[in-house]
């Protein structure tokens, strides 16, 4: 069993910057790839963006490609997701996951075998 905490939510206005964090613990395993998801209110979960295990490869959801960027320490067994001129629209709980793999274009949330419980992250206009 694996355990996901993401961290680093909160207000900020619009066009400023945030950087959650993703820490696995408990039984991990490698290879992994980590992915990131968000649900805005009212909203149905959305695909951000996944990273593969070396971090070689990223990819992202058309509405944040430029703006946001993922890495990770897999030393520490934690993925960043830095979030860089911030919208309105991208308030909502941002959630981290994990998949057995080295890489791929992962944007289903079926596909993932762990999820963390979210942070919040609420840009203000």
């Known amino acids: 069993q694996v355990q996901l905490v993401e961290s680093g939510g909160g207000l900020v206005q619009a066009g400023g910057s945030l950087r959650l964090s993703c820490a696995a613990s408990g039984r991990t395993f490698s290879p992994y790839v980590m992915g990131w998801f968000r649900r805005a209110p009212g909203k149905e979960r959305e695909f951000v963006g996944t990273i593969s295990w070396t971090g070689g490869a990223t990819y992202y959801a058309d509405s944040v490609k430029g703006r946001f960027s993922l890495s990770r320490d897999n030393a520490k067994n934690t993925e960043y997701l830095q979030m860089n001129s911030l919208k309105p629209e991208d308030t909502g709980v941002y959630y981290c996951?994990?998949?057995?793999?080295?890489?791929?274009?992962?944007?289903?949330?079926?596909?993932?075998?762990?999820w963390g419980q979210g942070t919040q992250v609420t840009v203000s206009s």
């Open positions: 996951a994990a998949k057995r793999g080295y890489s791929g274009y992962y944007s289903e949330e079926g596909i993932y075998d762990y």
